[in-house]
Antibody, heavy 121, light 106 residues
Framework: EVQLVESGGGWLQPGRSLRLSCVGS????????IHWVRQAPGKGLEWVSG????????AYADSVKGRFTTYRDNAKNSLYLQMDSLRPEDTALYYC??????????????WGRGTLVTVSS | EIVLTQSPATLSLSPGERATLSCRAS??????LAWYQQKSGQAPRLLIY???NRATGIPARFSGSGSGTDFTLTISSLEPEDFAVYYC????????FGGGTRVEIK
């Protein structure tokens, strides 16, 4: 069974940093691009970042470019999102999701349950 | 940046009725459109990919159509479990999502 499990969320003040993790199981992790998608409370889905299987290509939404860094460790079946200079508008449930056919420009066929990040003073 | 606009924002229907949801792209995305269903407190679920292909395990009452800039998700006969929020997503470039359509019980 394909599973993605996020962790690392929490409450923190503006300007601080946080690292999220996503562990995949039930599939060959290093065959797939993986994405981060977030959802602010009561709002819609916003794509945040995506990374190809071998980390050759990494893309970011303009809203997080220069502040967030995505990387992966295929030996640990893990994806990470390093979030720096956090702002209140970064408050959201952060999901990791698998690219259906493995590429960066793709549909997302499996999703984790998300980890909540709250940025507030 | 490709912008997706979904309409209507809310659709009020009764079980058994047909639901028609629209997604319009700001430029041509060929057939590179997906639809997702999200129920309260749950992660999104992929329903349709590449405009008209049902994902694994998705019932036949869900169908997608369209190409270029105009796309439609149709639910032929609403079941109680179909009342949820639906999002479209393009993969012509880095992914982006529409604002969602809420299908609520009338």
């Amino acid at each position: 069974e394909v599973q993605l499990v996020e962790s690392g969320g929490g409450w923190l003040q503006p300007g601080r940093s946080l690292r999220l993790s996503c562990v995949g199981s039930g599939f060959t992790f290093d065959d797939y691009a993986i994405h981060w998608v977030r959802q602010a409370p009561g709002k819609g889905l916003e794509w945040v970042s995506g990374i190809t299987w071998g980390s050759a290509n990494i893309a970011y939404a303009d809203s997080v470019k220069g502040r967030f860094t995505t990387y992966r460790d295929n030996a640990k079946n893990s994806l990470y999102l390093q979030m720096d200079s956090l702002r209140p508008e970064d408050t959201a449930l952060y999901y990791c999701a698998r690219a259906k056919d493995g590429g960066l420009e793709d549909s997302l066929d499996y999703w984790g349950r998300g980890t909540l990040v709250t940025v507030s003073s | 940046e490709i912008v997706l606009t979904q309409s209507p924002a809310t659709l009020s229907l009764s079980p058994g009725e047909r639901a028609t949801l629209s997604c319009r792209a700001s430029q041509s995305i060929r057939s590179y459109l997906a639809w997702y269903q999200q129920k309260s407190g749950q992660a999104p679920r992929l329903l349709i990919y590449d405009a008209s292909n049902r994902a694994t395990g998705i019932p036949a009452r869900f169908s997608g159509s369209g190409s270029g800039t105009d796309f439609t998700l149709t639910i032929s006969s609403l079941e109680p479990e179909d009342f949820a929020v639906y999002y479209c997503q393009q993969r012509s470039n880095w992914p982006s999502f529409g604002g969602g359509t809420r299908v609520e019980i009338k």
